[in-house]
T-cell receptor, first 113, second 116 residues
Framework: KAGVTQTPRYLIKTRGQQVTLSCSPISGHRSVSWYQQTPGQGLQFLFEYFSETQRNKGNFPGRFSGRQFSNSRSEMNVSTLELGDSALYLC????????????FGAGTRLSVL | AQSVTQLGSHVSVSEGALVLLRCNYSSSVPPYLFWYVQYPNQGLQLLLKYTTGATLVKGINGFEAEFKKSETSFHLTKPSAHMSDAAEYFCAVSEWEVQGAQKLVFGQGTRLTINP
């Protein structure tokens, strides 16, 4: 079974631009969660999508948004990029029910110049 | 809100020595606990998990962890370190939200170095 696939692996953007990151979950998984990893703040939860609906949201500004498609693939968008948005963005997929185990992709490393 | 504390941001051991990575959590409900490992330029790989049942859980690569409710701890151990164990290790607790949603709350991570 294929794992969680995140594209692209690396991105370089400038301040003020917007960016879209993509995540394809493990086949059969209906939940996709996004996390931001930075040296200063560590791993922080952004949001979770389940069956095309945002089910949970972390404490991030509205510039961070996402969506999920009917095939469970998810995209995350960051508008008006700031230098502080430079981070590794990790996507995790799971069944989304019961005590579900989250499986992570390799991440997208975003650098904002 | 739940929280996770990992004691020691850096741990260094000799090859063949015992590995002990410490994790303490705070939770108002029975916790579900996880250890993940991250190798350079990679995502997180699940090492092991505790949900219910046996408090000593075994994971991949020879790692195990013991859930101690009285100490609110979930320390990770491996009897004999191998060079390939060098990585960053994250302890996490699952935090429940409405509608059955869960999110992982992570500790700050412990970087494990293995000396030859």
């Amino acid at each position: 079974k294929a794992g969680v696939t995140q594209t692209p692996r690396y991105l370089i953007k400038t301040r003020g631009q917007q960016v879209t990151l993509s995540c394809s979950p493990i086949s059969g998984h209906r939940s996709v969660s996004w996390y931001q990893q930075t040296p200063g703040q560590g791993l922080q939860f952004l949001f979770e999508y389940f069956s095309e609906t945002q089910r949970n949201k972390g404490n991030f500004p509205g510039r961070f948004s996402g969506r999920q498609f009917s095939n469970s693939r998810s995209e995350m968008n960051v508008s008006t990029l700031e230098l502080g948005d430079s981070a590794l963005y990790l996507c995790a997929s799971s069944l989304g029910a019961g005590v579900y185990i989250q499986y992570f992709g390799a991440g997208t490393r975003l650098s904002v110049l | 809100a739940q929280s996770v504390t990992q004691l020691g941001s850096h741990v260094s051991v000799s090859e063949g020595a015992l590995v002990l990575l410490r994790c303490n959590y705070s939770s108002s409900v029975p916790p579900y606990l996880f250890w993940y490992v991250q190798y350079p330029n990679q995502g997180l790989q699940l090492l092991l998990k505790y949900t219910t049942g046996a408090t000593l859980v075994k994971g991949i690569n020879g790692f195990e962890a013991e859930f101690k409710k009285s100490e609110t701890s979930f320390h990770l151990t491996k009897p004999s370190a191998h060079m390939s164990d060098a990585a960053e290790y994250f302890c996490a607790v699952s935090e429940w939200e409405v509608q059955g949603a869960q999110k992982l709350v992570f500790g700050q991570g412990t970087r494990l170095t293995i000396n030859p």
